[in-house]
């Protein structure tokens, strides 16, 4: 239950406290759970996107209401670690430079665009998913984002100096979560369609790509770029099961 409590309290906006010491085993632990805060986030964008289309809203205006409210959900900071990598990536100087520029605190040309671009393609991916009934598509996106976070935080990972979450959460997780967790989508995908499983694996496969060339640009693993894995999965996710419409 601490588990649970510690990662709806890192990972959502809900009034939930987590525990009052937290450690690499307890951030461990939060971060094995990733998906069921996934599954409750999932649940709610896909209420709220059925809701908005059959109050009479256009698929686009409830598809960017959809992921307006799921921002605020996660404090933006998903979106917030998406800007922040692009700007990192972005640059051209070595990794400590790339990581001041993270630590920034605001967004440059590449985090703007990276924004731009990831919510308006999931709101239009959303919104077409709606426009065939595949509700399921989009709440196991939003999993499917939190399970790409359990494998970036797999044993080998190194956390990036000066982290302070990817200190704690980088490493801590062994292949087997990974595993267990992917089995669970890819069970889930095939209520989609037959072969709505390929988007899991591609999605999956972006973010592995992702997570390793970010730990060789900046040195290691940090929550920003843990944002902006999740953020690229979920799109990568929801754009792919669009291509069956």
Same mark, same amino acid.
């Given at each position: 239950?601490? !588990?649970?409590?510690l990662?709806?309290?890192?990972?959502? +906006?809900?009034p @939930?406290?987590?525990?009052?010491?937290?450690?690499? =085993?307890?951030a461990?632990?939060?971060?094995?759970?990733a &998906?069921?805060?996934?599954?409750?986030?999932?649940?709610?964008?896909t209420?709220?996107?059925w809701?908005a289309?059959? /109050?009479?809203?256009?698929? !686009?205006?409830? =598809?960017? +209401?959809? #992921?307006?409210?799921?921002a605020?959900l996660?404090?933006?900071?998903?979106?917030?670690?998406l !800007?922040?990598?692009?700007? =990192? *990536?972005?640059?051209?100087?070595p &990794?400590e430079?790339?990581? %001041?520029?993270?630590k920034?605190?605001g967004?440059g040309?590449?985090?703007?665009a990276?924004?731009?671009?990831a $919510?308006?393609?999931?709101?239009f991916a959303?919104?077409?998913?709606?426009? %065939?009934?595949r509700?399921? /598509?989009?709440g196991l996106?939003?999993?499917?984002?939190?399970?790409? #976070?359990?494998?970036?935080?797999r044993?080998g990972? %190194? &956390?990036? &100096?000066?982290?302070?979450?990817?200190?704690?959460v980088?490493?801590?997780?062994?292949?087997?979560a990974?595993?267990?967790?992917?089995?669970?989508a890819? !069970?889930?995908a095939l209520?989609v369609t037959?072969? /709505?499983? #390929?988007?899991?694996?591609?999605a *999956?496969?972006?973010?592995?790509?992702?997570?390793?060339?970010? +730990?060789r640009?900046?040195?290691? *693993?940090?929550?920003? +770029?843990?944002?902006? $894995?999740l953020?690229?999965? @979920?799109?990568v996710?929801?754009? #792919?099961?669009?291509?069956?419409?």
């Amino acid at each position: 239950m601490d !588990a649970i409590r510690l990662v709806l309290s890192w990972l959502t +906006v809900l009034p @939930v406290r987590g525990p009052d010491r937290v450690d690499r =085993g307890s951030a461990g632990r939060a971060i094995a759970l990733a &998906p069921v805060a996934g599954i409750l986030l999932g649940a709610i964008a896909t209420g709220l996107l059925w809701s908005a289309v059959g /109050a009479g809203t256009t698929p !686009a205006v409830a =598809g960017l +209401v959809t #992921v307006g409210a799921s921002a605020l959900l996660t404090r933006g900071m998903h979106l917030d670690g998406l !800007a922040d990598t692009l700007d =990192g *990536l972005g640059s051209y100087g070595p &990794p400590e430079r790339a990581r %001041e520029i993270m630590k920034s605190g605001g967004a440059g040309p590449f985090g703007v665009a990276a924004l731009i671009f990831a $919510v308006t393609i999931q709101a239009f991916a959303f919104a077409a998913l709606a426009g %065939e009934h595949r509700w399921l /598509a989009v709440g196991l996106a939003v999993v499917v984002g939190r399970v790409a #976070v359990v494998w970036s935080c797999r044993r080998g990972i %190194e &956390p990036a &100096p000066g982290a302070g979450f990817g200190a704690l959460v980088a490493g801590t997780q062994s292949p087997v979560a990974g595993v267990v967790w992917t089995v669970l989508a890819l !069970a889930a995908a095939l209520l989609v369609t037959w072969w /709505a499983p #390929v988007a899991v694996l591609v999605a *999956l496969a972006v973010a592995e790509v992702l997570t390793r060339h970010c +730990v060789r640009r900046f040195g290691g *693993l940090n929550g920003d +770029v843990l944002g902006a $894995v999740l953020e690229v999965t @979920v799109t990568v996710s929801a754009v #792919v099961w669009t291509l069956d419409g």
